[in-house]
C-alpha cells in the first residue's frame, strides 16, 4: 500500500490528469495502513483508468456501503491491486439516495478497457442498495426476485420478515411455555 505520502502525490498526480481534473479526488485517507481515495462520482472511470495504468490492473471487488443517517448515503467502493509490487489501494464514492447513479466500470468506453469482473458485483450492489450503474451491459436484480420491493442491505431496510410457520409439530410446542 502507498504510504501516507505516496497516496498523496497519486491524488496530486491524478487531480494533474485532464482526464479527471482538480475536482476528481476530493479527498485522501490513510488509516491503518490502508490507502483510500475519495473521488467525485462522475469522475469513476478515468480515476480506475488512471490507476489501471499506473500499474493497478487487477479490480479485486467492488462493494455497497450505507452511510445512514450521513448524506450523500450510499457509497461503492473498489479495491484494486497492483499485481507486481502487492500493492493495494481503495477508490471510494457516495451518491445520494434520490439519485444513486453512477457509470458501470464493466463496460469498454471512451476512457479505456472496463473491468469485467465488475459485473457481477455491480449487480449485487444494485439489488442489495439500489445503486444503479449507468451503462451496465445487464443490470437486473441477482440476489432478490425481480418483483421484490426494496433493498434489503438498507440500513433503514425493515427488519424481521415474515413469521414461518411449522405444522409439523404444532402440537408438541403449542401452549408449552418453554
Same mark, same amino acid.
Given at each position: 500500500?502507498?504510504?501516507?505520502?505516496?497516496?498523496e502525490l497519486?491524488?496530486?498526480?491524478l487531480?494533474?490528469?485532464?482526464?479527471?481534473g482538480?475536482?476528481? !479526488? &476530493?479527498? *485522501? %485517507?490513510?488509516? +491503518? @495502513?490502508?490507502?483510500? =481515495?475519495i473521488?467525485?462520482?462522475?469522475?469513476?472511470?478515468? !480515476? &480506475?483508468? *488512471? %490507476?489501471?495504468? +499506473? @500499474?493497478?490492473?487487477? =479490480?479485486?471487488s467492488?462493494?455497497?456501503?450505507?452511510?445512514?443517517?450521513?448524506?450523500p448515503?450510499?457509497?461503492?467502493?473498489?479495491?484494486? =491491486?497492483?499485481?507486481?509490487?502487492?500493492?493495494r489501494?481503495a477508490?471510494?464514492?457516495?451518491?445520494?439516495?434520490?439519485?444513486?447513479?453512477i457509470d458501470?466500470?464493466?463496460?469498454?468506453?471512451?476512457?479505456?478497457?472496463?473491468?469485467?469482473?465488475?459485473?457481477?458485483q455491480?449487480?449485487?450492489?444494485?439489488?442489495?442498495?439500489?445503486?444503479?450503474?449507468?451503462?451496465?451491459?445487464?443490470?437486473?436484480?441477482?440476489?432478490?426476485?425481480?418483483?421484490?420491493?426494496?433493498?434489503?442491505q438498507?440500513?433503514?431496510f425493515?427488519?424481521?420478515?415474515?413469521?414461518?410457520?411449522f405444522?409439523?409439530?404444532?402440537?408438541?410446542?403449542?401452549?408449552?411455555?418453554?
Amino acid at each position: 500500500m502507498p504510504d501516507a505520502t505516496g497516496l498523496e502525490l497519486l491524488a496530486h498526480e491524478l487531480r494533474s490528469s485532464q482526464a479527471i481534473g482538480a475536482d476528481g !479526488v &476530493l479527498e *485522501t %485517507l490513510h488509516f +491503518r @495502513g490502508k490507502a483510500a =481515495l475519495i473521488v467525485a462520482p462522475e469522475r469513476i472511470r478515468p !480515476v &480506475l483508468g *488512471t %490507476l489501471r495504468e +499506473r @500499474g493497478y490492473t487487477f =479490480l479485486a471487488s467492488v462493494h455497497g456501503v450505507d452511510y445512514l443517517p450521513h448524506e450523500p448515503r450510499l457509497g461503492v467502493h473498489y479495491e484494486l =491491486l497492483d499485481m507486481s509490487r502487492v500493492d493495494r489501494v481503495a477508490v471510494k464514492l457516495r451518491v445520494p439516495t434520490d439519485a444513486p447513479v453512477i457509470d458501470s466500470v464493466t463496460p469498454d468506453g471512451p476512457d479505456g478497457p472496463g473491468w469485467p469482473t465488475a459485473d457481477h458485483q455491480e449487480r449485487e450492489i444494485y439489488d442489495m442498495f439500489g445503486v444503479r450503474f449507468r451503462g451496465h451491459p445487464d443490470l437486473r436484480r441477482i440476489l432478490m426476485p425481480e418483483d421484490y420491493e426494496g433493498h434489503p442491505q438498507r440500513r433503514d431496510f425493515p427488519v424481521g420478515g415474515e413469521p414461518i410457520k411449522f405444522t409439523f409439530n404444532e402440537h408438541d410446542w403449542q401452549g408449552d411455555a418453554r
